[in-house]
């Protein structure tokens, strides 16, 4: 996960902060505006294959 984080800060979609608290580490994660723009995009490609794929289905005869 650390890992995944941080290739998504580098990126600027996330800011990370890391504390210590009683002896152990650790991270809250928010999403930057930049992320948050990048996230909605992802989601509305992801939207675009669904209603391909209900056309396709429909198409062919198979109804979801």
């Given at each position: 996960?650390?890992?995944?984080?941080?290739?998504?800060?580098?990126?600027?979609?996330?800011?990370?902060?890391?504390?210590?608290?009683?002896?152990?580490?650790?991270?809250?994660?928010?999403?930057?505006?930049?992320?948050?723009?990048?996230?909605?995009?992802?989601?509305?490609?992801?939207?675009?294959?669904?209603d391909?794929?209900?056309?396709?289905?429909?198409?062919?005869?198979?109804?979801?």
């Amino acid at each position: 996960l650390s890992k995944h984080l941080k290739v998504l800060e580098d990126a600027s979609y996330v800011q990370l902060i890391k504390k210590t608290e009683f002896t152990r580490q650790r991270t809250w994660v928010s999403l930057t505006s930049e992320g948050r723009k990048s996230f909605k995009r992802h989601l509305e490609e992801l939207k675009k294959i669904i209603d391909n794929i209900k056309i396709i289905r429909i198409y062919w005869g198979c109804l979801i």
